[in-house]
């Protein structure tokens, strides 16, 4: 242009105030819902080498529109996801940069005054928002495409870990909800299906459901096990101390496998393998400090200031723990109460109630590492 020719610096500042000002008339007259107006105006801003503040204020504006419009279509196509968060990677600066943990005042503030603070934002803080924005459409792809149920929650965490890992709390609700899912169909899977499952739980620090999963799976085949007579309960007494290390209801068991056959030798063999006795024709263990005849239920074994058999409102009295964790299952109540702090030897005690009422009472207690 003629300011370039004769090196007019003057000409030249006019020219790019009158480019700027017209980049600004056309941006206001655009429709508020035309997102790509928006796009191409701000390429003509660069054209025009007009300053980046605007032109980029143009360009974020412009790609927000696109995405409060793809928000509000219903069922749209899930590559629309994907294709602006491409767009966003390639036109935003620091969008793909991960940062330690998103600023949540920041955040907050983005998503409830977007473009004022954009505006007055300078670079290093725009990029930022840059950040926040296309993590908000990586995740819309990612979570578009999850399963209602959670079946996929893994997969899902997965994902999201890849592409934002400042999200890390939002990828462990998706692996809880596969665990949810999973626990669900406990009394459909296979026992070592059902042992894994149990031990992805505690692996997570959740004891009280890994117990549950396990409860759920013993009680859909306990019908099925009592129909095979004293076998079926000589197996359901197997099962409950492998994998409850429950020896009051296992004893219970092998009890009525005796009533049913009291010729089956492995029966006895195995209750006094508990510390059972037969006398009189029923079979009782000694509890500490009293013969074994004395009680007519002694179900109880002590060690130390627990007793299997305590109730809960006693076992407190003795020893306040310092967390419980509580769920409830479709025969009664399960509790784990804690003794000691994460990441060291604790005591864990395991408490149940049978029906709706009534105190829950100690089944198994001892150190976890």
Same mark, same amino acid.
């Given at each position: 242009?003629?300011?370039?020719?004769?090196?007019?610096?003057?000409?030249?500042?006019?020219?790019?105030?009158?480019?700027?000002?017209?980049?600004?008339?056309?941006?206001?007259?655009?429709?508020?819902?035309?997102?790509?107006?928006?796009?191409?105006?701000?390429?003509?801003?660069?054209?025009?080498? &007009?300053?980046?503040?605007?032109?980029?204020?143009?360009?974020?504006?412009?790609?927000?529109?696109?995405?409060?419009?793809?928000?509000?279509?219903?069922?749209?196509?899930?590559?629309?996801?994907?294709?602006?968060?491409?767009?966003?990677?390639?036109?935003?600066?620091?969008?793909?940069?991960?940062l330690p943990q998103f600023p949540a005042?920041?955040?907050?503030?983005?998503?409830?005054?977007?473009?004022?603070?954009?505006?007055?934002?300078?670079?290093?803080?725009?990029?930022?928002?840059?950040? &926040?924005?296309?993590?908000?459409?990586?995740?819309?792809?990612?979570?578009?495409?999850?399963?209602?149920?959670?079946?996929?929650?893994?997969?899902?965490?997965?994902?999201?870990?890849?592409?934002?890992?400042?999200?890390?709390?939002?990828?462990?609700?998706?692996?809880?909800?596969?665990?949810?899912?999973?626990?669900?169909?406990?009394?459909?899977?296979?026992?070592?299906?059902?042992?894994?499952?149990?031990?992805?739980?505690?692996?997570?620090?959740?004891?009280?459901?890994?117990?549950?999963?396990?409860?759920?799976?013993?009680?859909?085949?306990?019908?099925?096990?009592?129909?095979?007579?004293?076998?079926g309960l000589m197996q359901l007494a197997?099962?409950?101390?492998?994998?409850?290390?429950?020896?009051?209801?296992?004893?219970?068991?092998?009890?009525?496998?005796?009533?049913?056959?009291?010729?089956?030798?492995?029966?006895?063999?195995?209750?006094?393998?508990?510390?059972?006795?037969?006398?009189?024709?029923?079979?009782?263990?000694?509890?500490?400090?009293?013969?074994?005849?004395?009680?007519?239920?002694?179900?109880?074994?002590?060690?130390?200031?627990?007793?299997?058999?305590?109730?809960?409102?006693?076992?407190?009295?003795?020893?306040?723990?310092?967390?419980?964790?509580?769920?409830?299952?479709?025969?009664?109540?399960?509790?784990?109460?804690?003794?000691?702090?994460?990441?060291?030897?604790?005591?864990?005690?395991?408490?149940?109630?049978?029906?709706?009422?009534?105190?829950?009472?100690?089944?198994?207690?001892?150190?976890?590492?």
């Open positions: 242009g003629r300011g370039r020719f004769y090196d007019d610096a003057e000409v030249t500042k006019k020219a790019l105030t009158a480019y700027a000002n017209g980049v600004k008339i056309e941006w206001r007259a655009l429709p508020a819902n035309d997102g790509e107006a928006r796009i191409q105006l701000a390429r003509k801003a660069q054209e025009y080498k &007009l300053p980046d503040d605007q032109r980029m204020e143009i360009l974020h504006e412009g790609y927000r529109v696109l995405w409060q419009t793809a928000l509000k279509t219903e069922k749209p196509d899930p590559e629309i996801w994907t294709k602006l968060a491409t767009r966003l990677a390639t036109d935003l600066p620091g969008s793909t940069e991960s005042e920041l955040k907050q503030r983005y998503e409830k005054e977007t473009l004022t603070l954009y505006r007055e934002a300078p670079e290093p803080i725009r990029k930022q928002l840059h950040r &926040l924005f296309h993590a908000s459409v990586l995740l819309k792809s990612i979570e578009s495409e999850a399963a209602a149920d959670g079946r996929d929650g893994n997969v899902i965490a997965d994902r999201i870990e890849r592409a934002v890992p400042e999200e890390q709390v939002l990828a462990e609700k998706y692996r809880d909800a596969q665990l949810a899912w999973r626990l669900k169909r406990a009394a459909m899977v296979t026992r070592q299906e059902i042992e894994q499952l149990a031990n992805d739980y505690r692996s997570r620090q959740q004891p009280v459901l890994a117990r549950q999963a396990l409860q759920t799976w013993l009680q859909a085949r306990e019908g099925r096990l009592r129909e095979d007579g004293s076998l197997d099962d409950h101390l492998a994998l409850l290390k429950d020896e009051n209801k296992a004893a219970s068991f092998l009890k009525e496998a005796y009533k049913l056959d009291p010729t089956l030798a492995e029966v006895s063999r195995r209750l006094e393998s508990l510390g059972y006795k037969l006398d009189r024709g029923a079979w009782t263990k000694e509890v500490a400090g009293k013969p074994a005849g004395d009680s007519p239920k002694p179900e109880t074994t002590s060690t130390g200031d627990i007793v299997v058999g305590m109730t809960a409102s006693a076992l407190r009295a003795r020893m306040r723990p310092d967390s419980i964790g509580r769920a409830f299952t479709s025969t009664g109540l399960i509790e784990v109460w804690s003794y000691g702090t994460p990441g060291t030897s604790r005591l864990i005690v395991h408490l149940e109630r049978t029906g709706p009422t009534g105190e829950a009472k100690v089944v198994e207690f001892g150190n976890e590492r």
